[in-house]
């Protein structure tokens, strides 16, 4: 599955961004699909996943309450919505996904990769 993902951008911190990921090749209705971030010099976290069969999602601790994953599988796209920015939040986004996967919370759980898109928070 092709991903490529949207909606980076500049933004003051307690602003709100949605990043967007749309799939090609496959349908992600079957896809566990998760987001991940990277600061410059740091490696690849963890952000938000969501589960394939049942919807279920799952956060970095650093995000949760702030951040909500969500899908339209009409549309084979996944979404981030990302609210009460930080500028710990800057980095690229990554859109992950892996067919029939479980709780990934580690990059080696997905197999597919978007190009990333760059946030950045501004104090």
């Known amino acids: 599955v092709q ?9 003051q911190a307690g ?5 967007s990921c749309v799939a090609s090749g496959r349908t992600l209705s079957r896809y566990t699909m998760g987001w991940f971030r ?16 049942d919807s279920s999602s799952l956060y970095a601790h650093s995000v949760t309450g702030r ?14 919505q990302m609210n ?19 709780h990934g919370t580690h990059v080696n759980d997905y197999d597919s990769w978007g190009q990333g898109t760059q946030d950045t928070v501004s104090s």
Request: aromatic residues 12%; contains cysteine.
């Open 3 to 11: 991903l490529v993902e949207s909606g980076g951008g500049l933004v």
């Open 38 to 53: 990277q600061a410059p010099g740091q490696v690849r976290d963890f952000v938000a996943a969501m589960f394939w069969r």
């Open 67 to 80: 951040f909500t994953i969500s899908r339209d599988n009409a549309k084979n796209t996944v979404y981030l």
């Open 15 to 19: 602003g709100s961004l949605r990043l």
């Open 84 to 102: 009460s920015l930080k500028p710990d939040d800057a980095a690229v986004y990554y859109c992950a996904a892996v067919p029939l996967g479980g």
